[in-house]
Structures are given as structure tokens and as C-alpha cells.
């Protein structure tokens, strides 16, 4: 680790968008997360300010086989929704995606899991991530808890990481807000670094603004 380490250094950092695709932002899927169509904005926005200051942008993208025959235990009305070759699984029209940009297909809810995500950015000498993106409480936090695991620094801007309504299994009901109170904090305790959107975007302009960007 480095000696000052807990400081964000855009120039080991990579931001990794989750799961920012149809079947969690448009109505008619099972996955739908309500709260995730606002955060298409600000997310683009903290893009704009990572290509600036020279942070690679990684999207995952939750695909699954035609025939669902690699669904394991994921219900199969969420399942349906993001099969290979259906609209599901396609990013969001509305996110800021470059052609170039690295894209991240995983099967799990863990980014890391069965993919090639960590040799990718051991390549990079990147250590740090700032994950984004829904659902919170699922593949965000499978996959921060994930990268700690693996050693690598997790800042987490709490504007845009967002999940839905839980309906009571038999504990009781969750809000959003609640859920995400709970999940933000349980995380914070040990795996990831909070911070709001706005330090965050700062931090980047200062970075790009140090390397001679306007």
C-alpha cells in the first residue's frame, strides 16, 4: 500500500459503472430499479470529469446465456430480462459510452467473478476503484466487497449507487432509503471509502487541472 494511502490518486484509479443498462432502468423489467433513471445525469457528468483527468471508464454489463442455462439461483423473471442478444442487456441510450471504453460482460454479481476485470487493471497498475451504478445492495456491494478482497481501494459516491423497495420476507420491509442507510453503512465500517459526488468531482478537475487540462 502506499504511504498515503486512504487519499484518492486519480492516476491509479479507474471508475467502474455497474449494471447502468435496460433491464434495470426501463419499467417493463423485473429488474427495474426506479431510482437509477436519475442518476444517468450526475453519472455522466463524474464520466465527463474522469476522461478529463485521464480515469479509465469501465461499464458491466449483467449477461446471461440464450437458454439461461448459466442463471444458477437467479430468480427467472430477472433472468429473462438479461439474456444475450435481447435489448436487456444493452447499456443504457442515455450513458456516456465511448467506443473505446472498457466493457465488462459478467454472469454473477461480482464484476470480479469469472471475468477478466482484475488482471485487466493489474495491467494498469490501478488499484483504486469508484464504483457506481445499481444495485446497490447486489452487484455494487458483491463487487466492492470483491475488490477489497483483492486489495484494491473502494470509494463509493452515495448519490450514485443506488437499489429499490424491498418487500417484507418475513423481516420486515425495506425503503430504499433504508436499505441503502444500511448497506452504506455496513460497507463503510471496512470495505469502502464514502464520499459525495461533488468532493469527488473536484478532486478530478484538480487532477486534470494539475496536468495542464482546461
Known amino acids: 500500500m502506499p504511504a498515503d494511502e486512504g487519499v484518492f490518486d486519480p492516476a491509479r484509479a479507474a471508475l467502474l459503472v455497474i449494471d447502468m443498462q435496460n433491464a434495470f432502468l426501463q419499467e417493463d423489467y423485473a429488474a427495474y430499479v426506479p431510482a437509477a433513471l436519475a442518476t444517468v445525469a450526475p453519472i455522466n457528468t463524474l464520466v ?7 480515469v479509465e471508464v469501465i461499464w458491466t454489463q449483467h449477461v446471461l446465456r440464450p437458454d439461461l442455462s448459466d442463471r444458477g439461483l ?5 433472468a429473462a430480462g438479461i439474456r444475450e442478444g435481447t435489448p436487456g442487456v444493452e447499456l443504457y441510450a442515455g450513458m456516456a459510452v465511448e467506443p473505446g471504453d472498457k466493457r465488462v460482460r ?4 461480482s464484476a470480479f467473478y469469472g471475468t477478466d476485470l482484475e488482471a485487466y487493471l493489474r495491467q494498469r497498475n490501478i488499484d483504486q476503484l469508484v464504483i457506481v451504478g ?13 475488490a477489497f478482497q483483492r486489495d484494491f481501494r473502494v470509494w463509493m459516491p452515495v448519490e450514485l449507487n443506488t437499489t ?13 432509503e433504508a436499505m441503502a442507510q444500511a448497506v452504506f453503512t455496513s460497507l463503510a465500517n471496512k470495505f469502502v471509502t464514502l464520499v459525495h459526488t461533488e468532493t469527488l468531482v473536484g478532486l478530478l478537475q484538480q487532477a486534470s487541472l494539475a496536468q495542464g487540462g482546461v
Do not use: M, S
Request: aromatic share 8%; glycine share 8%.
Open 48 to 54: 465527463a470529469a474522469c476522461r478529463q483527468a485521464g
Open 74 to 78: 437467479l430468480p427467472e423473471a430477472i
Open 106 to 109: 459478467k454472469r454473477r454479481f
Open 134 to 146: 445499481t444495485v446497490l445492495n447486489v452487484c455494487c456491494e458483491c463487487t466492492a466487497r470483491d
Open 164 to 176: 429499490r423497495h424491498h418487500p417484507d420476507l418475513g423481516w420486515g420491509a425495506y425503503t430504499a
